[in-house]
């Protein structure tokens, strides 16, 4: 595990054509890991992600996706991801491949990623539209219950990016709050990097779902504070609720997003 500057984690460990995961739920999304991904102009990536919103809407529109695996899309709250169905429907900026999951299947595919396997087995699917569209769900029959099982791939990502509240000085984790499937991707991912609020001496008292995720686990951890805004950070920062539906309107027009883009994420620096 090494400390670096989120940009020299980002040139380090996110190569063109990488599957990158960066996992967050509810709270703790990595937007400022996203954002110096863009800046530094990755293309082709296969991005994962349980539920991706507003970040993925961005790396979409600036052309660094090919590939999106994923469960639910959408601005939580308001509605569509615009540049997300602009990709899909239109190609622009150029065609994004798309494979759906539900919920239950992508934390699936994480535990088995993350255990080494190549697929997961779980009770799902039956009833749903998903099958249809996603060739990679497969049902088999268990060899012990004769039950009929959903199978799909497992989830091993080249690399996986998640954002913590805190590293102590020898490279531990914490992450306090909603937790989604950041153990899971990290574990699962061939690399993976922690962006943190702060480097601490000691993580003191913390609450009893709080996750440490231990610096073997990592590749590298960098500060980047405030790096999961607009989302919040437990303990630390709000949600920009207002941001939200803001974004709403700057990503229905090509034009508006990229001038945003331009003069809010290509023009600034890495915290």
Known sequence: MNFLSLSDAVSEYVRDGYQVALEGFTHLIPFAAGHEIIRQ??????????????????????????????????????????????????????PLEIVEHSHAGMASAYEAGAAGLPCAFFRGYRGSDLPSVNPQIRFVTC??????????????????????????????????GIVGVQKEAVLAARHSVATVEEIVDDFGPRSSNAVILPAWTLSAVAVARGGARPSYAHGYYSRDNAFYIEWDEIARERDRFQAWMQQNILGAKAP
Not at 146 to 165: F, K, M, Y
């Open 143 to 176: 060899p012990f219950s004769g039950e009929e099982l959903a199978c799909i791939p497992s989830i091993r990502p080249d690399a996986a990016i998640v954002h913590a509240q805190k590293a102590d000085r020898e490279g531990n984790v914490l992450i306090e």
């Open 41 to 94: 102009g990755r293309r082709n990536l296969t991005l994962i992600r349980m539920t991706p919103d507003l970040l993925y809407d961005q790396m979409i529109g600036m052309g660094t996706a090919q590939k999106l695996i994923f469960s639910w899309g959408g601005n939580p709250g308001v509605g569509s991801l615009h540049r997300f169905r602009d990709a899909v429907e239109r190609g622009w900026p150029q």
